[in-house]
């Protein structure tokens, strides 16, 4: 069985064609900056190196034009035939497995792709405008070329935040708010934290329902997840992915007043205090180089005071909610780094864990430095109370699985109904229970 993945960003597709008998990948790739002159595509076959061609996408359409030749070798160019896997046939996909950034309060699973889920993603296009719109256009896309031939399944990045309690995800704002908007916390990299607490668990040789765990994704975006017993029960991105960690261009939490009070002295609109705070903050605003760690690095050793200033920052602050959530959750088995900063830079893995050696937390310094570029290990002291492990991250995978799953029927019925059962106790809106 065949599953394609597509990962709609608002100037991007990811796309990865997966063999689901041994779960091997048959091609990934990305499409990027879509719409630009210098947009180009990227991707890479099981056996062969990266390919990458500079052309021209004006939109996402022809970006999925492109990926639907590349994967039936189709107009293409002698330099790169080697690198196309050439179905016989678009029939030998079994399914598409969609990544939808915002699912809201309605979706707990993934979903078969109907009617009412379309409408539901786009209702939930005004939380995520740029992302759960370019994942609707794909959406489009696939029925035009497929038809209903071939299923379709939206796995939302929100869904492992669903069963948070209320004290976690509400804000101390009037319940009004709340009630008429949905205003509260949904969390974000879902499908990642998911994947790497399970892997954690299996390394680990244990049933996740018996552990605590930390995990890390860090990388241009950043966030913290509490999982306990397997389920999430907080994270520090909120209503939308800007709250948390100082991140490459994101701010990270910060008290609203500050909001208002550059508003008033710029003389700026909303949307341009958006854009301060989402695409100019963060590490790049704070160092003045770049929103790339690796960058940033570079110019440390220069002695960059603003350098090291944005590291300490991200750091400090990275310490502060593994400790928040270790008390919440009473304990912590297992802390995990994972995605582009948490797999590759040794550094910020060997500062803030030492930071926490209070809890009994040590890493093996040695093999701290060997871990990276995607290598999956264990990095914590054969003396360390609680174990650290960093875990490449593959969402991809996690996307495949769910995927696999709703083709089953009973699964997608049952989920239905769930929903509907959901919508009918209006549940996502708090309401206390008798001991509150």
Not at 31 to 42: A, L, P, V
Not at 352 to 381: A, P, Q, R, V, Y
């Amino acid at each position: 069985m065949k599953i394609l993945l597509l990962n709609a960003g608002s100037s991007s597709l990811k796309f990865e064609l997966t063999e689901m008998k041994n779960e091997k990948v048959l091609i990934k790739g990305s499409c990027e900056k879509i719409g630009s002159k210098s947009s180009f595509i990227k991707w890479k076959t099981a056996q062969k190196s990266i390919k990458e061609k500079n052309i021209y996408l004006n939109n996402h359409k022809e970006a999925f034009d492109f990926i639907k030749n590349l994967l039936l070798g189709k107009n293409f160019d002698k330099t790169f035939e080697e690198n196309t896997i050439k179905l016989k046939d678009l029939s030998e996909i079994s399914a598409i497995g969609h990544r939808i950034v915002h699912g809201g309060k309605y979706f707990k699973n993934a979903r078969l792709i109907d009617e009412d889920v379309i409408k539901k993603i786009q209702e939930l296009t005004e939380l995520a405008p740029l992302h759960n719109q370019a994942g609707l256009n794909v959406i489009f896309l696939c029925r035009k070329l497929f038809g209903n031939s071939i299923p379709q399944v939206a796995v939302f990045d929100t869904s492992f935040y669903f069963d948070m309690p209320p004290k976690a995800y509400m804000y101390g704002i009037p319940y009004e708010y709340h009630k008429k908007y949905g205003i509260r916390k949904y969390g974000f990299h879902g499908t990642s934290h998911k994947f790497v607490s399970r892997e954690c668990a299996k390394i680990m040789n244990e049933d996740i329902k018996n552990l605590k765990i930390i995990s890390c994704h860090l990388g241009n975006g950043s966030s913290i997840t509490a999982v306990n017993k397997g389920k999430a029960i907080d994270t520090s991105m909120g209503f939308t992915p800007l709250d948390g960690v100082i991140m490459g261009t994101r701010c990270g939490a910060l008290d609203s007043s500050v909001i208002t009070f550059i508003e008033e002295k710029e003389k700026l609109k909303p949307k341009e205090i958006n854009e301060i705070l989402n695409k100019k903050s963060g590490l790049l605003g704070i160092s003045g180089v770049s929103n790339d760690d690796r960058e940033i690095m570079k110019s440390i050793k220069s002695g960059n005071d603003r350098a090291i200033l944005a590291h300490d920052m991200m750091d400090y602050q990275i310490i502060k909610y593994i400790g928040a959530y270790s008390a919440a959750m009473n304990g912590l088995d297992a802390l995990i780094f994972t995605a582009g900063i948490g797999e590759n830079q040794w550094i910020h893995r060997e500062v803030i864990c030492e930071s926490l050696s209070f809890m009994g937390l040590k890493i093996d310094k040695t093999l701290n430095k060997e871990k990276i570029l995607g290598e999956t290990g264990e990095i914590s002291d054969k003396s360390s109370k609680i174990k650290v492990f960093v875990i490449s991250t593959n969402e991809e995978l996690m996307i495949a699985r769910e995927t696999v799953k709703q083709l089953n029927p009973k699964n997608s019925e049952k989920e239905k109904e769930k929903e509907k059962e959901r919508e009918k106790d209006n549940v996502g809106v708090y309401s206390p229970s008798p001991s509150q």
